[in-house]
């Protein structure tokens, strides 16, 4: 499901337009929030969930130029781009920079709620992704370094007397910080530590 608080984003430079998936949205009982340009978008927008509806051609800002101009800023809503202009090579210039599709005008209602609920469940993905990542970069920062070195050498396969000898100390020493670093990062076994901290250092290297 998605968020309660997801919001349809309307973009267009001619009202009647706006107006039309504006009462679409509605009827599909999500809140929808137009603006007449990119500009008026910018202005407002502050981050919250939901998706975008823009026209390619408006006056000020055209679709693809707020697109880019939303990645800039580092914002990640999904965006649909609604054109009767279309040309190979916008789509594809379009769909690179992320956009969940280019729709030709005239489009069907089915075809735009379609691409609205891809929208609004890739938004909804990608803020419980970004959820996951930070709460895994608290728990790694609860680490201790003794615990750090440990966690390291579980990673690259060590077993626990391997490691009470590279660290020097007991195996004792080693089975309680092993303990402590399971516990603070909420992992069951091995194979979940291992994981978790490769997606970890896979998202640090993008």
Not at 13 to 37: G, I, N, T, W
Request: charged residues 25%.
């Amino acid at each position: 499901m998605t968020s309660d608080l997801a919001t349809v984003f309307i973009i267009d430079d001619e009202q009647p337009a706006r107006d039309s998936v504006c009462a679409l949205v509605q009827s599909m009982h999500y809140p929808a929030k137009a603006f007449d340009s990119a500009e008026a978008f910018l202005q407002a927008y502050d981050g919250r969930a939901g998706c975008v509806v823009t026209d390619y051609r408006m006056t000020g800002l055209n679709g693809l130029e707020l697109q880019q101009r939303l990645t800039e800023l580092g914002h990640e809503i999904p965006v649909i781009i609604v054109t009767a202009y279309a040309k190979t090579s916008m789509t594809v210039q379009a769909v690179k920079n992320g956009a969940v599709t280019m729709l030709d005008k005239p489009y069907s209602e089915d075809d735009l709620w379609r691409a609205i609920r891809e929208g609004l469940t890739l938004d909804e993905r990608r803020r419980q992704e970004c959820d996951e990542r930070a709460e895994m970069t608290t728990r790694m920062a609860s680490l201790n370094e003794k615990e750090r070195q440990v966690l390291d050498l579980i990673v690259a396969g060590e077993p626990n007397k391997a490691m009470a000898n590279q660290l020097d100390v007991s195996l004792r020493t080693i089975e309680n910080r092993r303990r402590s670093v399971f516990s603070k990062l909420k992992a069951q076994t091995v194979a979940e530590l291992v994981t978790l901290v490769l997606k970890q250092q896979s998202h640090r290297s993008h």
